[in-house]
């Protein structure tokens, strides 16, 4: 890969890393996330409510397990939960396969000769793997997180904290740069002291992206001088 030693732009220019969400920033798989989690809690005999599905789209693992087993009272462990809502986007995805969002694949190509390139996820790992496989990026990731590499999730800022020690960039945090598609995860690039980058192609939702420093349609429109610009800001 080339990064930044070998661009001729200034360093002030080139972003330390650029950190990613996964589902409705990369792939386009939060329906079969929202209705994997469905199935697997309608299997152990709890059915969610609109409100714990609209829940899972933005969040961790460990917050959706943990509000499922208070909400239902469900004797399950996360692990054990995730296994099960593993199997249930499998069947799902079986025929389709994963999706990339507009310009994702294109866009991660590019972005990785610019900088290193994280992911930072609230799907378990085994998801993580699956979905960046799965859409042909995963070469291009020098770390991939999933919620059970982390205590809280967004929110809180560990996930992007933990990328950017991972990465050895946490010192520069200023100069990273978050790409997300949802409000929780805006806000914990913002306290992680990243610039933050919202998407909207992929928040079907209708998450408030407003919290980001800029907002674009598709990661098309995440040039280089776009990332140049924020780090100027």
């Known amino acids: 890969m080339i990064f930044a030693s070998d661009d001729a732009r200034p360093a002030a220019a080139i972003p330390a ?9 990369l792939v386009d798989s939060e329906r079969e996330n929202v209705e994997s989690v ?14 714990e599905r609209r829940f899972v789209i933005g969040h961790s693992w460990n917050e959706i397990h943990a509000q499922i087993v208070a909400h239902h009272a469900l004797g ?11 199997e249930e986007k499998r069947a799902l995805l079986a025929q389709t396969g994963y999706r990339a969002l507009p310009a994702a694949v294109e866009t991660v190509r590019r972005l990785a000769r610019l900088c290193p390139l994280a992911i930072a996820s609230g799907a378990s790992r085994v998801e993580v793997r699956d979905a960046i496989e799965g859409i042909g990026v995963a070469p291009f990731f020098q770390v991939a997180l999933g919620a059970e590499d982390y205590g809280q999730g967004k929110p809180a800022p560990d996930a992007y904290l933990l990328a950017m020690d991972r990465l050895g960039v946490r010192a520069a945090a200023h100069r990273c740069i978050v790409i997300e598609d949802a409000t929780p995860g805006i806000l914990a690039g ?27 349609d598709t ?10 610009r924020l780090l100027r800001a």
Do not use: H, W
């Open 219 to 228: 990661l098309a429109d995440v040039t280089d001088d776009l990332c140049a």
């Open 17 to 25: 890393a650029i950190l990613f969400d996964l589902d409705g920033t």
């Open 38 to 51: 469905v199935l697997a809690c309608r299997r152990m005999g709890a059915e969610l409510s609109p409100e």
């Open 190 to 216: 913002r306290a992680a002291g990243a610039r933050v980058i919202g998407v909207s192609v992929g928040n079907f939702v209708g998450y408030d992206l407003s919290a980001a420093d800029v907002v674009v």
């Open 76 to 86: 399950v462990s996360m692990d054990a939960l995730i296994a099960r809502a593993i």
